[in-house]
């Protein structure tokens, strides 16, 4: 079974940037879509940033021109690179990799944006 595994978070300064990094386990053969959400506290998880299986991204809008999405597809590895960071970017990131038939999801990485 595929697992995921997210890195990269941590506390940055408002402006700042972060790369996080979800690293897959075993084959990942098949997948519709790849993406990034998250989730803080006392809100709903909510999508930051998507690839679709033929190369497409698309971003949530509060993102858009800060944020990009990117795959290593030798590394079995998406990354999402953070730019120009804002204190409301602050929360828990997770990865989530989609099948026709089947989700996972990673553990998550707190991001805060703090002064």
């Known amino acids: 079974q595929v697992q995921l595994v997210e890195s990269g978070g941590g506390l940055v300064q408002p402006g700042g940037s972060l790369r996080l990094s979800c690293a897959a386990s075993?084959?990942?053969?098949?997948?519709?879509?790849m993406a990034w959400y998250r989730q803080a506290p006392g809100k709903q998880r909510e999508s930051v940033a998507a690839?679709?299986?033929?190369?497409?991204?698309n971003y949530a809008d509060p993102v858009k021109g800060r944020f990009t999405i990117s795959r290593d597809n030798a590394k079995n590895t998406m990354y999402l690179q953070m730019n120009s960071l804002k204190p409301e970017d602050t929360a828990v990131y997770y990865c989530?990799?989609?099948?026709?038939?089947?989700?996972?999801w990673g553990q998550g990485t707190q991001v805060t944006v703090s002064s």
């Open positions: 075993g084959s990942v053969f098949g997948l519709n879509a």
């Open positions: 690839i679709i299986s033929g190369g497409s991204t």
């Open positions: 989530r990799y989609e099948w026709p038939n089947y989700t996972i």
